[in-house]
């Protein structure tokens, strides 16, 4: 597996568990599960989480960005002007052009709006940003995205935070023969068996946050996401066998008794 890197952009990364930054009690709890995890990339909300003021609490003396890659987005934003104010303000900060875009469209079950998110994706690529796009399972948008040159495509598996897993199989798989970026479940994992069924699906990573941070003991679930999302993956690159409907004997019929 040492070999078997994600690559995202210019950048390599053993690990294909991303940690989310929200949620959490305090910032060491969360600073621990990111820990736990393995994690080697955190989304961090520019409008949500303090990386500027000294006065409280900052995100930096908890969580090393010379250690672990922080991933600016614009959770919270709800049209492509505020989406493009706060990204750029990102690589203002800290000069990150790595980033993820979020443009909602609902208040309520936080779908993302996909004519936004693609505007959106179109004028950053061409300010030099690398794109990972937060967006539905839709195969033809999501082509588009890639086309308009999204360095990762985020589909959900189920709305922000609701923990439902995968609810579109078909689309997803219709997704990962089409899209030749990084194809990354951002959304609605809940348990480690969803993390493990969207690795054996073939995706190449998966972003988590709600169903760590909100767990009874989210340090125990941290790590089984980390192990979740490795015995998936070595799973889909094992080749499992043909499925058939029919049983079939363990042993040979050759010199039976």
Known sequence: MESDLLKIANKKFKSRLIVGTGKYKNMKECAQAIKLSGAEIV?????????????????????????????????????????????????????????????????????????????????????????????????????????????????????????????????????????????????????????VQAMEMGCDAVLINTAIAKAKNPFQMSESMKYAVIAGRKSFLSGRMTPNLNGSPSTSKKGLI
């Open 43 to 195: 989304t961090v909300a520019v409008r949500r989480v303090n990386i500027t003021d000294r006065s409280k609490p900052i995100l930096m003396d908890y969580i090393d960005p010379k250690k672990i890659m922080y991933l600016p987005n614009t959770a919270g934003c709800f049209t492509s002007k505020d989406a493009l104010r706060t990204l750029r303000l990102a690589r203002e900060i800290g000069g990150w052009k790595i980033v993820k875009l979020e443009v909602l469209g609902d208040k309520n079950n936080l779908f993302p709006d996909m004519i936004e998110t693609l505007k959106s994706t179109e004028v950053l690529t061409k300010e030099g940003f690398k794109v990972m796009v937060y967006c539905n399972d839709d195969p033809l948008m999501c082509k588009r995205l890639e086309n308009s040159g999204a360095s990762a495509i985020m589909p959900l598996a189920a709305p922000i935070g609701s923990g439902l897993g995968i609810q579109n199989k078909i689309n997803i798989k219709i997704l990962r023969n089409q899209t030749k970026v990084p194809l990354i479940i951002d959304a609605g994992i809940g348990q480690a068996s969803d993390a």
